[in-house]
């Protein structure tokens, strides 16, 4: 199968796998656990901004001397600025809470927390796409094999990703499989995205530092306003800790030995 494909699908493999995990366990995730994912998935997607995408980014603009960083800073905050954009127009619904966020609109609870968990996967398919784009155009500096480490870093940490996901929905009182459906789906986003952005860094090459960067602060803002803050409430926020280190670890390592 052509890496180009498998590296678009395989973070939607992990949401799937991560979704099914409703079929095996009959209670409601515990709060231990939850956060200890909730950590991993941060320090996994932290890890891919900085070692896949904003390093790359100031790497491929080394001929522009001490401004190098300037197209970074640019795509971080432009980045950050369009999930909160996205954020700020999408009505949709966190789990574990009431009160939708976005503009008013009469769609179903299930509905609104679906949109929710699409704003989170957008970044990260983005991030998988612009980084095969990168693999794909020689000039940029990134390998294959680093690219499809970016894509197994995300699919790894989708895999609880997808748990949180279809868990909660099941003990909402869905039934297994409508819970499951809703998880997976939930991840469908991921390979377009990617896609789009592959399209789109076909032509146009010489924004590429832009589009990696961009990713990366698409990706931070969703650590940063999302998984962060839900980690961190309560009891038992030193396992969200010790699951960010580990998340962050098994990435740069990835990246590094992969790349």
């Given amino acids: 199968m052509n890496p180009v494909v498998v590296g678009l699908l395989v973070p939607f493999l992990g949401t799937i796998i991560g979704s099914a995990f409703v079929f095996v366990m009959k209670k409601e995730m515990s709060s231990l656990l ?7 998935a941060s320090g996994v997607m932290v890890a891919a901004s900085v070692w ?10 080394e001929e522009m001397g001490k401004w190098s960083v300037m197209p970074a800073t640019i795509g971080i905050l432009v980045g950050m600025g369009f ?7 999408t009505p949709h619904l966190h789990l574990g809470t009431e009160h939708p966020e976005g503009l008013h609109a009469r769609l179903s609870r299930t509905t609104m927390l679906s949109l929710a968990v699409t704003i989170h996967n957008l970044p990260e398919g983005m991030a998988v796409g612009v980084v095969l784009a990168g693999a794909l155009q020689h000039e940029a ?23 949180i996901i279809s868990m909660p929905m099941r003990a909402a009182g869905n039934s297994r499989w409508k819970s499951f459906v809703i998880g997976s789906l939930s991840g469908i986003v991921e390979p377009i995205g990617g896609l789009l952005m592959i399209l789109l860094a076909a032509v146009m090459l010489p924004i590429l530092p832009y589009m990696l960067s961009f990713a990366a602060g698409a990706m931070l803002y ?13 009891e038992h926020t030193n396992l969200s800790t010790i699951g960010f280190a580990v998340g962050f670890v098994l990435m ?7 790349g």
Avoid: T, W
């Fill in 222 to 234: 969703v650590v940063v306003e999302e998984l962060i803050p839900e980690a961190s409430e309560g």
């Fill in 52 to 61: 896949s995408l904003i390093i790359p980014s100031i790497e491929m603009c």
């Fill in 252 to 258: 740069m390592v990835l990246d590094v030995v992969m």
């Fill in 141 to 163: 500096g990134i390998s294959l094999a680093g690219a499809i480490a970016v894509s197994l870093g995300i699919a790894i940490q989708n895999i609880p990703e997808g748990a």
């Fill in 83 to 89: 999930l909160l954009l996205i954020d700020e127009l």
């Fill in 34 to 40: 939850r956060k200890s994912l909730l950590g991993f």
